[in-house]
């Protein structure tokens, strides 16, 4: 089941319940496809952006974050990645490299534990 993260709160409490340094990105995928369950109350630009899902290998599992409508990817965006970032009123998410520039900027984020992956092949297929 997909969680949304509607406020700031949500994100901090996200960004602090993975060890980020012992975490590391497995995979990553780019469509315009929405996954069943994804929240539907998205302030898009007026553009059709892509729709970034990303597995996450960590201490505890996996996680799965799916970053909807993405407008903004930065070089080596998910080198060292993590969550720290801001939630606007209209709940848009931006989040920073450690520099404060914007790494990732997207509409909403929503995320999901998962219990079993089999990383000895593409998770994204």
């Not at 980020?20 to 995979?27: K, P």
């Not at 998205?42 to 599992?61: A, C, F, K, Q, T």
């Not at 990817?73 to 520039?101: C, M, P, T, W």
Request: with cysteine; charged share 30%.
């Amino acid at each position: 089941m997909w969680i949304a993260i509607n406020t700031q709160e949500d994100l901090e409490e996200l960004d602090l319940g993975v060890c980020w340094e012992d975490a590391r990105v497995l995979e990553y995928w780019a469509t315009s496809f929405i996954s069943p369950g994804l929240p539907d109350d998205v302030s898009r630009s007026g553009h059709e952006n892509l729709n970034l899902y990303v597995l996450v290998e960590h201490n505890d599992g996996h996680i799965e974050l799916a970053l909807i409508d993405c407008d903004r990817i930065g070089q080596n965006a998910f080198r060292g990645f993590h969550l720290k970032g801001k939630v606007d009123h209209l709940k848009r998410v931006e989040i920073e490299n450690y520099d404060e520039s914007t790494k990732v900027r997207c509409s909403r984020i929503a995320f999901r534990q998962l219990s079993q992956v089999d990383v000895s092949k593409n998770y994204y297929g």
